[in-house]
């Protein structure tokens, strides 16, 4: 005989207190239901809405004695941030409580190139002094506690040449540094470990690999993005564009792709192993794009832009999800994203580093479990239904200063006149004369092995 109990918790239909909320129980009938399609679009037209109201991304500013350059992020501690700025100081920052813990003085020029060792407990910076120094980077003390404000380097190489950028090893105390070549160097050792050159006159960024150790990527002044293994004499491979590249980055999770910042206003996603073809371009920028570093879940990067306005895009999407701008901001030439994707770091040639929250309307601070539920729901009724006009126009709709939407509409207009001009040249020549090349293929000139 079959006996069928009804059981109850009493936890779930019992109060603690009276202001409580009594949870109600839904029949998901759809019978009982008629207008659900209705309710629903409705609700996700206000979420968006309300989504738009709430979003106030900006969070704190930083400030500076001079431009920043270069920015780095602990791998070890969400509140360590350091920060290089145009007249040779290096600081490292408690982004919590919003305050400089320590100043590495030693620079006599600008620095170009920071980065933090995976311990977290050392930093190396390089600058156009033509020196790299390494530092012991503060934890950060408890509140009120003592701050030592400046501190010598522990440790200095002298490289041929300036340096444009640095990069520290995944794994290894070792850290990469770009110049007049690409050069690997280790703590222990005064002469770089390898050091390699394929005809640039200036490499802009390098940067390693986080998933395959022993690979890394630069791009330099001769137009040309090149590919390295620290295993082997030589670089592997390069790919030539029309355009300089300003800054690369790797994806975390996706060990064959990067990304890099383009000076044609456009970034561009490869995958290692077909450099002939970009997977995606990005667009939206007005001007060249300096910058750009990934969240570290991969689903998405923030870039730097020379138009005074930072953006992020989603690791497949074409176009920014967001727009992040002040009226006091200068060109913003470092972007970070912090070590848990909440925040974004952006530094700029106005003295301020500001931090972003990601998700420009997320709740900061402790939420009971109904609220994240609430806006989890609301995240998916605004994602299920953004393909409705009204509901697109909402969530897409961004205000940008007057100069930028004024510069976006004039690219707009030529590039909708080369269209036409390419069409035409098509309608009026032979059969197969003229094509139209894509746009992931269109900047590339060639691949080197």
């Known amino acids: 005989m079959k006996v069928k109990v009804i059981n109850h918790s009493a936890?779930?239909?019992?109060?603690?207190?009276a202001q409580d909320t009594i949870k109600v129980h839904r029949n998901l009938d759809p019978a009982l239901h008629p207008m659900e399609k209705a309710v629903e679009y409705t609700r996700a037209l206000n979420a968006a809405k309300l989504d738009?109201?709430?979003?106030?991304p900006f969070v704190a500013a930083l400030a500076h004695d001079d431009g920043i350059t270069a920015l780095a992020r602990s791998p070890t501690r969400l509140n360590c941030l350091l920060t290089a700025t145009a007249d040779g100081d290096v600081r490292v920052w408690d982004v919590a409580a919003r305050r400089c813990l320590r100043r590495l003085v030693g620079h006599t020029g600008a620095v170009t190139?920071?980065?933090?060792a995976p311990s977290g407990d050392v930093a190396v910076s390089g600058g156009a002094d033509a020196t790299i120094r390494l530092w012991r980077v503060p934890f950060a003390p408890f509140a009120g506690g003592p701050v030592e404000r400046d501190a010598s380097p522990v440790v200095q190489w002298a490289p041929s040449g300036g340096v444009r950028s640095l990069d520290h090893h995944w794994a290894r105390a070792q850290?990469?540094?770009?110049?007049?070549?690409?050069?690997?160097?280790?703590?222990?050792r005064s002469e770089p470990l390898h050091a390699w050159e394929w005809g640039a006159d200036s490499v802009a960024?390098?940067?390693f690999n986080p998933a395959e150790a022993d690979l890394l990527a630069s791009c330099g002044a001769d137009r040309a993005i090149a590919l390295y293994d620290l295993r082997a004499a030589t670089p592997l491979r390069k790919v030539v564009m029309q355009t300089r590249s300003n800054?690369?980055?790797?994806?975390?999770?996706?060990?064959?792709?990067?990304?890099?910042?383009?000076?044609?206003?456009?970034l561009y996603t490869y995958d290692m192993r077909r450099l002939d073809c970009a997977v995606r371009v990005h667009e939206d920028f007005v001007s060249a794009v300096m910058d750009v570093d990934y969240a570290?879940?991969?689903?998405?990067?923030?870039?730097?832009?020379?138009?005074?306005?930072?953006?992020?895009?989603?690791?497949?999407?074409?176009?920014s999800r967001e727009v992040y701008t002040t009226k006091r901001m200068q060109r913003v030439f470092a972007c970070r994203f912090s070590g848990d994707g909440t925040y974004v770091f952006t530094g700029s040639d106005d003295m301020n580093v500001r931090v972003w929250k990601a998700q420009a309307a997320q709740q900061l601070g402790v939420t009971l479990p109904r609220e994240r539920q609430r806006a989890a729901y609301q995240a998916a009724l605004v994602e299920r239904h953004r393909h409705l006009p009204e509901v697109r126009r909402i969530v897409e709709h961004r205000?940008?200063?007057?100069?930028?939407?004024?510069?976006?509409?004039?690219?707009?207009?030529?590039?909708d006149a080369e269209r036409r001009r390419t069409l035409n040249l098509m309608a009026h020549s032979r059969k197969g004369a003229v094509t139209i090349a894509p746009a992931r293929k269109r900047k590339i000139l060639e691949v080197q092995e």
């Open 11 to 17: 936890e779930a239909r019992t109060r603690e207190r």
């Open 296 to 319: 570290p879940t991969g689903r998405e990067f923030v870039a730097a832009g020379y138009d005074r306005s930072a953006r992020i895009f989603g690791a497949d999407a074409g176009h």
């Open 175 to 188: 850290f990469a540094s770009s110049g007049a070549g690409v050069a690997v160097w280790d703590h222990a």
């Open 399 to 415: 205000h940008v200063p007057k100069a930028i939407l004024k510069a976006a509409k004039l690219k707009r207009t030529m590039l």
């Open 205 to 207: 960024s390098v940067r």
């Open 52 to 56: 738009r109201v709430f979003a106030k």
């Open 247 to 266: 800054a690369l980055c790797w994806n975390p999770m996706e060990a064959f792709r990067f990304t890099v910042a383009n000076e044609d206003n456009n």
């Open 113 to 116: 190139g920071v980065a933090v």
